[in-house]
T-cell receptor
Framework: NAGVTQTPKFQVLKTGQSMTLQCAQDMNHEYMSWYRQDPGMGLRLIHYSVGAGITDQGEVPNGYNVSRSTTEDFPLRLLSAAPSQTSVYFC????????????????FGPGTRLTVL | EDQVTQSPEALRLQEGESSSLNCSYTVSGLRGLFWYRQDPGKGPEFLFTLYSAGEEKEKERLKATLTKKESFLHITAPKPEDSATYLCAVQRTSWGKLQFGAGTQVVVTP
């Protein structure tokens, strides 16, 4: 298994440009999510999905869109990039629940480092 | 509101000098507490999940423990390869929203 893959690894945008960060997993996980990581603030949840066709907002959703048409893919779209969106973006996935109902482990991709000028 | 606080922010250790990292949390209905390791330029790498107070888990030189208010990550006789940022996260709901702390950066010198 490749696990969770993300493309691109690095990206530089100008203010106002749009782009899509790609995320894919080959573990048949139901749950996928996007986080951003900024210095001193930890990882913050942007959007998440509990299955194909189902998405919801996390803690910091403004300026981002998501869709989930397949189990494997969960792209993150920046509609009109702003300097405040300069960050490192991580995608994660897991089974929604273990058989015991306990929280299941989320596995993270390698990240996309985005700079908005 | 759920809160996760990690201390210290940074820790510098000599090789072989054992120490502990703290993760204190306030969350109702904890489903799980997670420890991750993150190397520079990489994604978080899963270490442990703890589900209930009193639980302990070990992996090589690392041992994680959990109480009702905090978790500790003990590093015994660390080596330079243990240098990384260690992240703590809690999950309250059943569908995976993780609340992360800011992390503890550990540097182990030979």
């Amino acid at each position: 298994n490749a696990g969770v893959t993300q493309t691109p690894k690095f990206q530089v945008l100008k203010t106002g440009q749009s782009m899509t960060l790609q995320c894919a997993q080959d573990m048949n996980h139901e749950y996928m999510s996007w986080y951003r990581q900024d210095p001193g603030m930890g990882l913050r949840l942007i959007h998440y999905s509990v299955g194909a066709g189902i998405t919801d907002q996390g803690e910091v959703p403004n300026g981002y869109n998501v869709s989930r048409s397949t189990t494997e893919d969960f792209p993150l779209r920046l509609l009109s990039a702003a300097p405040s969106q300069t960050s490192v973006y991580f995608c994660a996935s897991s089974y929604s629940l273990s058989t015991s109902g306990e929280a299941d482990t989320q596995y993270f991709g390698p990240g996309t480092r985005l700079t908005v000028l | 509101e759920d809160q996760v606080t990690q201390s210290p922010e940074a820790l510098r250790l000599q090789e072989g000098e054992s120490s502990s990292l703290n993760c204190s949390y306030t969350v109702s209905g904890l489903r799980g507490l997670f420890w991750y390791r993150q190397d520079p330029g990489k994604g978080p790498e899963f270490l442990f999940t703890l589900y209930s107070a009193g639980e302990e888990k070990e992996k090589e030189r690392l041992k994680a423990t959990l109480t009702k208010k905090e978790s500790f990550l003990h590093i015994t006789a660390p080596k330079p390869e243990d240098s990384a940022t260690y992240l703590c996260a809690v999950q309250r709901t059943s569908w995976g929203k993780l609340q992360f702390g800011a992390g503890t950066q550990v540097v182990v010198t030979p």
